[in-house]
């Protein structure tokens, strides 16, 4: 919060809609799974083909990138916000599988334009040597806004509709957008690469890839397990993501200050091996609980991307950073477009088992590779 009242006050308009935004977004997150399980009533194959619809605007940031680099930030912004209410809004009247893959494309086109943008902004005022605390501080403004929303559904649930919570996701976007149109053109980075396919970001890309391959298969499927395999009802799946959302709240910042301490390399290490016997947990569990558990540790071990954040931060130029992140977006997702699918025909085949343990087999793979990490930025930046 101290951050928060010490900042210019573009910061904290930024701050602000960013915080409205994500506010609505966690009441989607909240509600999604169990909408898709008891409306939908979708199956592991096309869930598996849903999330390969929703991650695919990610695989395509690098064009939208490209497209919006004669922007301003403040442009792209609004932008992605109206985008996103539109396809929120059509939730309200879907007929089935194919438009909820349709309109999920939609919104996704809008918010994977805002994840970046905001992260990129905010860090763009970080004092040397505190991108780390300036990245905290952005991904604790993104968990309190989804603890709000997530809470809201906790309270509420059963007291309103499936389309009425997504009316009121779709409606909050637009004061997310007008906030930001207070915000001068000339905030953020206004002359920007269009293009950031350098040498210098190749370990970052790789990983972000391995990242998207991991996260995708949690996010997909581990509420999915809850919901489907052991009749999770949506009160119980908002207060879990409540739960990891205040630790998001809390653990970001201090990610950030131990990255700007010990430095990335360790912290990536360190979460990559004990994430492997998270997926050992949800791949032979028949404990909810224990399942329970799996999901918050997994949550917890995911701070450590916000080190792929000031990672790429040390090794880019002002000009390069909005672009940069942009690219490793369309990185990460390309494996996003393609792990839901492959997850859900292995489920459907095999079993829920078999798609955590590749995912398992991931993680190890990424612990190795994350010793390209520099341990000290300043020299690879120096010679980049």
């Not at 501080?137 to 809201?152: I, K, N």
Request: charged share 15%; with cysteine; proline share 3%.
């Amino acid at each position: 919060m101290s951050l928060f009242t010490k900042a210019p006050k573009n910061l904290r308009l930024v701050a602000a809609a960013s915080f409205v935004v994500m506010f609505a977004f966690g009441i989607y997150n909240a509600t999604y799974y169990n909408f898709i399980t008891e409306v939908i009533k979708i199956n592991p194959s096309d869930l598996g083909r849903l999330e390969a619809a929703r991650e695919l605007p990610g695989l395509l940031m690098v064009f939208f990138g490209i497209i919006t680099s004669r922007f301003a930030d403040r442009t792209t912004g609004i932008l992605s916000a109206l985008i996103a209410a539109i396809g929120f809004s059509a939730y309200t009247r879907l007929s089935g599988v194919p438009s909820l893959m349709l309109w999920t494309f939609v919104w996704s086109i809008g918010m994977h334009m805002w994840f970046p943008l905001q992260t990129s902004l905010i860090i763009s005022f970080a004092p040397k040597g505190e991108e780390g605390r300036y990245a905290g501080f952005s991904s604790s403004v993104t968990a309190a806004a989804q603890v709000g929303g997530m809470l809201l559904v906790a309270l509420a649930a059963g007291r309103l509709s499936y389309t009425e919570w997504y009316y009121l996701v779709a409606g909050l976007m637009i004061p997310g957008a007008a906030l930001l149109a207070f915000v001068p053109k000339r905030v953020g980075s206004p002359a920007r690469d269009s293009l950031a396919l350098r040498k210098k970001f190749r370990h970052y890309y790789v990983l972000t890839f391995l990242e998207g391959c991991r996260k995708q298969v949690f996010i997909t499927f581990a509420v999915y397990v809850l919901t489907r395999e052991f009749h999770t009802p949506l009160k119980i799946v908002a207060l879990l993501m409540l739960i990891n959302n205040i630790a998001n709240t809390f653990g970001y910042p201090l990610t950030g200050k131990l990255a700007d301490r010990i430095g990335e390399r360790l912290i990536l290490q360190v979460s990559y091996f004990l994430l492997i016997f998270v997926y050992l947990g949800y791949a032979f569990s028949k404990n909810v609980w224990v399942l329970y558990a799996m999901y918050i540790l997994d949550n917890v071990f995911y701070f450590s991307t916000l080190c792929l954040t000031t990672y790429v931060k040390g090794i880019a130029t002002r000009e390069e950073l909005l672009t940069a992140m942009s690219t490793g977006q369309t990185f990460n997702h390309l494996a996003a477009c393609i792990v839901p699918v492959a997850g859900g025909l292995a489920w459907a085949k095999f079993g829920y088992s078999y798609t955590f343990m590749a995912s398992m087999l991931i993680v190890i793979f990424s612990c190795f590779y994350a010793r390209h990490v520099p341990t000290k930025l300043g020299k690879e930046a120096a010679g980049a």
